[in-house]
């Protein structure tokens, strides 16, 4: 396939996302019972944020011109993806990256998330077969020319010696911190809440831990958190939530709580589901220097990330700060 043909089948899909057909529907209803994390809602999030910031026609003239892609890749390598599950769709980026450099690709998807990229490539095939000789899937991926993979810190230990002879990018925990300075108006903190919740808080770019100033008062915060109540009618967002309260109470922790969350002191900016890390400091710059950058995804405050754009990627926000398409091209 050439440029102009991988452009227009992405347009086409562009089209097939939106209308959202029958056929997308079912393959939305078979994700949500596979996995009970992907609720209609977040499935539609996911697919409005492809939409509108990936591949949108402005965005993939951008790309092309941005990195000379050419006509036809000559050699054309074959790379094998390693893809994440933990929300909806999660692995389209780098699927579009290789599609739209040119080069092959064999998938490999996270038993989590197996159903709608899956859907995707069956409907993109059925518009033109062409498709399908540059996009598979498959549970071995030897024989590949690069190799791209997202897992956690374990597994990235065992994707750097397995494809340590070939190209490849890595990827593995991030996760998002806001820092607060008091001053937060009440919108703000709503958006804020979105950063952490929406998604469950599974997303490397949920907001997992907030640094506030030494007097600051949660009450706001666990005010605008109260937005996902809701959460606590899912059974197993509601046992993480037993089990986080739980620990918090043995440990004599001084928590907050609104019902549905638990926010709890940690240094660390990982936090599981339905828990929130706070730390205090004085100075802004204090914070920066006391951050891992190799942990952190996205800073959401004043000055940084607006809040309530975490879960909005733009096409050049990549993840762990790899320039993806850079190395499909440099291929």
Same mark, same amino acid.
């Given at each position: 396939?050439?440029?102009?043909?991988?452009?227009?089948?992405?347009?086409? /899909?562009?089209?097939?996302?939106?209308?959202?057909?029958?056929?997308?529907?079912?393959?939305?209803?078979?994700?949500?019972?596979?996995?009970?994390?992907?609720?209609?809602?977040?499935?539609?999030? $996911?697919?409005?944020?492809?939409?509108?910031?990936?591949?949108?026609?402005?965005?993939?003239?951008?790309?092309?011109?941005?990195?000379?892609?050419?006509?036809?890749?000559?050699?054309?390598?074959?790379?094998? +993806?390693? &893809?994440?599950?933990?929300?909806?769709?999660?692995?389209?980026?780098?699927? @579009? $990256?290789?599609? +739209?450099?040119?080069?092959? !690709?064999?998938?490999?998807?996270?038993?989590?998330?197996?159903?709608?990229?899956?859907?995707?490539?069956?409907? /993109?095939?059925?518009?033109?077969?062409?498709?399908?000789?540059?996009?598979?899937?498959?549970?071995?991926?030897?024989?590949?020319?690069?190799?791209?993979?997202?897992? $956690?810190?374990?597994?990235?230990?065992?994707?750097? !010696?397995?494809?340590?002879?070939?190209?490849?990018?890595?990827?593995?925990?991030?996760?998002? =911190?806001?820092?607060?300075?008091?001053?937060?108006?009440?919108?703000?903190?709503?958006?804020?809440? #979105?950063? =952490?919740?929406?998604? *469950?808080?599974?997303?490397?770019?949920?907001?997992? !831990?907030?640094?506030?100033?030494?007097?600051? #008062?949660?009450?706001?915060?666990?005010?605008?958190?109260?937005?996902?109540?809701?959460? &606590?009618?899912?059974?197993?967002?509601?046992?993480?939530?037993?089990?986080?309260?739980?620990?918090?109470? &043995?440990?004599?922790?001084?928590?907050?709580?609104?019902? $549905?969350?638990?926010?709890?002191?940690?240094?660390?900016?990982?936090?599981? =589901?339905?828990? @929130?890390?706070?730390?205090?400091?004085?100075?802004?710059?204090?914070?920066?220097?006391?951050?891992?950058?190799?942990?952190?995804?996205?800073?959401?405050?004043?000055?940084?990330?607006?809040?309530? !754009?975490?879960?909005?990627?733009?096409?050049?926000?990549?993840?762990?700060?790899?320039?993806?398409?850079? *190395?499909?091209?440099?291929?």
């Amino acid at each position: 396939m050439n440029l102009q043909d991988r452009i227009k089948i992405l347009g086409w /899909l562009r089209n097939y996302l939106t209308e959202c057909p029958e056929s997308l529907q079912d393959a939305k209803e078979n994700a949500a019972y596979q996995n009970s994390w992907f609720t209609p809602e977040f499935i539609d999030m $996911s697919i409005s944020n492809i939409t509108g910031q990936f591949l949108a026609p402005g965005v993939l003239a951008d790309v092309v011109t941005r990195y000379h892609i050419p006509d036809l890749q000559d050699p054309i390598k074959t790379v094998g +993806l390693v &893809m994440a599950g933990n929300i909806p769709l999660v692995g389209f980026h780098d699927f @579009l $990256s290789v599609f +739209l450099a040119g080069h092959k !690709q064999v998938i490999k998807p996270s038993s989590r998330d197996n159903v709608l990229l899956r859907h995707l490539v069956e409907q /993109l095939c059925t518009e033109n077969p062409a498709v399908a000789g540059m996009v598979g899937f498959s549970e071995n991926l030897k024989g590949c020319d690069a190799y791209i993979a997202t897992g $956690s810190n374990n597994t990235a230990r065992y994707f750097e !010696q397995y494809f340590a002879k070939y190209p490849h990018v890595i990827r593995k925990n991030r996760t998002g =911190i806001a820092i607060l300075d008091g001053t937060e108006s009440e919108k703000e903190l709503e958006k804020l809440a #979105d950063d =952490i919740q929406q998604y *469950f808080g599974l997303g490397c770019r949920n907001l997992t !831990q907030v640094w506030v100033p030494e007097q600051y #008062d949660f009450t706001a915060l666990l005010k605008a958190l109260e937005k996902y109540d809701y959460f &606590m009618d899912n059974h197993k967002y509601k046992h993480n939530y037993d089990y986080v309260l739980t620990i918090n109470m &043995m440990n004599r922790e001084k928590y907050f709580t609104n019902g $549905s969350i638990v926010i709890s002191p940690g240094t660390s900016p990982y936090a599981g =589901i339905s828990n @929130l890390k706070y730390a205090r400091y004085t100075k802004v710059d204090d914070v920066i220097s006391a951050l891992n950058p190799d942990e952190i995804q996205v800073i959401c405050g004043h000055g940084f990330t607006p809040f309530g !754009q975490a879960q909005c990627p733009g096409f050049y926000d990549y993840a762990d700060g790899v320039d993806t398409v850079e *190395f499909l091209v440099g291929l």
